[in-house]
């Protein structure tokens, strides 16, 4: 019986979260991995054109808990100075289905020979879907008085993202369109509340074989808790990667990946929550495919620096550890 109650309770509060909060706050814990999904101006930041695909099941063993199915491409342009993206995610809450769709562009400038900054937009829109009828209310016709709602959204983000060899910091808005979203009731409690990304991490050499990078992210949104993750990781022989990470006052996760080939990454992630979650689930499971296309025939570390002399823009050296 108390599971029960908790579980309701805990599935009603995340519903309505979602609903009053519905804009785009990364929940990945392999976040280093998926910049281009909350922030525009990294997409032409890559070496190579890169296609992403992530599966995120959230708090196995809950009913009616997220699943995120996330697909992404970032396309770098021959002139190395801009960049577009696609970036499709579907998650899936309760009786609640959304689905955002953007396209973003960006274009990167020399701050100095080690340094560039890159200025990026995105334009979109979010696809919601709920069906009341999937769940079973205390009072029928709460919490809408409508048991179907289908709804769209156009999204307007944008993102700069400063980057050098070893080192990156990104600063991005996914949706300046905050008034007007859901209904009137809803849109009252969300007006004028924008979310604020902010990453960064850096990469320490700390042998031939082995590359050791902290990282962050934080999310911030009026009216809600702040969303602070921090990790650890370690690149060794530029093939496997193994570390941690840590949301605070959430959850404590293991991370792992393989170079399967210059133009394969595989990766996987789990979560274990540590707040009153954690008594009703079996964690979060996460994986993650990437693929470099062309990788394995591009520039070397010294062509890169050579292109650098001549004052041309230079992309981040291989293998990305971002």
């Avoid at 280093?32 to 930041?45: E, R």
């Avoid at 979010?126 to 079973?136: A, E, I």
């Avoid at 959430?250 to 707040?275: H, K, P, R």
């Avoid at 499971?285 to 010294?302: A, M, N, T, W």
């Amino acid at each position: 019986m108390k599971t029960y109650i908790g579980l309701s309770f805990m599935m009603l509060a995340t519903v309505f979260f979602n609903l009053v909060y519905g804009q785009k706050e990364p929940q990945y814990t392999q976040y280093m991995y998926n910049i281009g999904s909350f922030n525009p101006g990294y997409v032409g930041s890559v070496e190579t054109p890169e296609i992403i695909g992530l599966y995120r099941a959230q708090w196995v063993d809950i009913p009616g808990a997220p699943r995120t199915i996330r697909f992404g491409a970032n396309l770098p342009f021959k002139n190395e100075k801009m960049g577009m993206g696609l970036n499709v995610v579907n998650d899936q809450l309760g009786p609640s289905t959304q689905t955002y769709v953007d396209v973003s562009y960006s274009y990167q400038i020399n701050v100095s020979d080690e340094t560039l900054l890159s200025f990026g937009m995105d334009a979109g829109g979010s696809f919601l879907n709920v069906d009341f009828s999937k769940g079973t209310f205390e009072n029928p016709g709460e919490p809408l008085n409508e048991e179907m709602v289908n709804k769209f959204y156009p999204t307007i983000g944008a993102g700069l993202f400063l980057y050098s060899d070893h080192w990156y910091f990104g600063t991005s808005i996914p949706n300046f369109l905050t008034e007007g979203i859901y209904n009137d009731d809803v849109a009252s409690i969300v007006e004028d509340k924008l979310q604020f990304n902010f990453i960064g991490g850096y990469v320490f050499d700390l042998s031939d074989n082995l590359k050791f990078k902290p990282a962050f992210l934080i999310n911030t949104l009026k009216g809600a808790p702040v969303n602070i993750n921090v990790s650890t990781n370690f690149l060794i022989s530029d093939v496997f990667t193994a570390g941690v990470s840590y949301r605070v006052d959430n959850a404590f996760s293991g991370l792992a990946g393989f170079q399967v080939s210059n133009s394969t990454f595989i990766g996987y992630s789990y979560d274990y929550n540590t707040n009153i979650l954690g008594e009703y689930n079996n964690g979060s499971h996460e994986i993650i495919l990437k693929f470099f296309l062309g990788k394995g025939s591009g520039k070397s570390s010294k062509d890169s620096k050579n292109k650098n002399a001549k004052g041309k823009p230079k992309q981040i050296d291989t293998p990305r550890f971002f």
